[in-house]
Antibody, heavy 121, light 102 residues
């Protein structure tokens, strides 16, 4: 059974760096084809893909946010970490992590419950 | 950068209707397209991957087609549980289509 759970601060101040951790179970990020991605959703708005890391450490970033994002993995801990620098109130959103498997293309088949991050002074 | 554009943004339909949502990519993405359903307060649910493959457990009234730059999601007979927002995705997501009760 695949599960993912996001953790991190619920409130950050403008200009601060956000660090979110995705802790997962039921799969290994050392298995060929496996990836974990981050997606966010501002209140009442559309989904926005942020980043994706694969088993072979291949990393993909949203072009519009690439300069602010870093995604890393710790295979031994079953964790993926996303950092986003220079946070702004427009970055207020629910942040999700999700499982991907290349066999099924660029799709996310298992999702965490999401964590709401508010950016405010 | 590849942009994904969905239409319509909102769709009003009745139970039993056939519903079609379109997604266009700004450049060819082969068949690397997924469709999701999202209900308020919930994480998205994968419906279709690789443009036309039905995710396990998803009802057969959902189908996907297309390749290159133009894709469609079809619901053959809309059910009460299908009123939700639908998104297409390559890496980037489309802006969503809200399916409302007519």
């Amino acid at each position: 059974q695949i599960t993912l759970k996001e953790s991190g601060p619920t409130l950050v101040k403008p200009t601060q760096t956000l660090t979110l951790t995705c802790t997962f179970s039921g799969f290994s990020l050392s298995t060929s084809g496996v990836g974990v991605g981050w997606i966010r959703q501002p209140p009442g708005k559309a989904l926005e893909w942020l980043a994706l890391i694969y088993w072979n450490d291949d990393k993909r970033y949203s072009p519009s946010l690439k300069s602010r994002l870093t995604i890393t993995k710790d295979t031994s801990k079953n964790q993926v970490v996303l950092t986003m620098t220079n946070m702004d109130p427009v970055d207020t959103a629910t942040y999700y992590c999700a499982h991907s498997f290349l066999r099924y293309g660029i799709s996310f088949d298992y999702w965490g419950q999401g964590t709401l991050v508010t950016v405010s002074s | 950068d590849i942009q994904m554009t969905q239409s319509p943004s909102t769709l009003s339909a009745s139970v039993g209707d056939r519903v079609t949502i379109t997604c266009r990519a700004s450049q060819s993405i082969s068949s690397w397209l997924a469709w999701y359903q999202q209900k308020p307060g919930k994480a998205p649910k994968l419906l279709i991957y690789k443009a036309s493959s039905l995710e396990s457990g998803v009802p057969s009234r959902f189908s996907g087609s297309g390749s290159g730059t133009e894709f469609t999601l079809t619901i053959s007979s809309l059910q009460p549980d299908d009123f939700a927002t639908y998104y297409c995705q390559q890496f980037e997501f489309g802006q969503g289509t809200k399916v409302e009760i007519k």
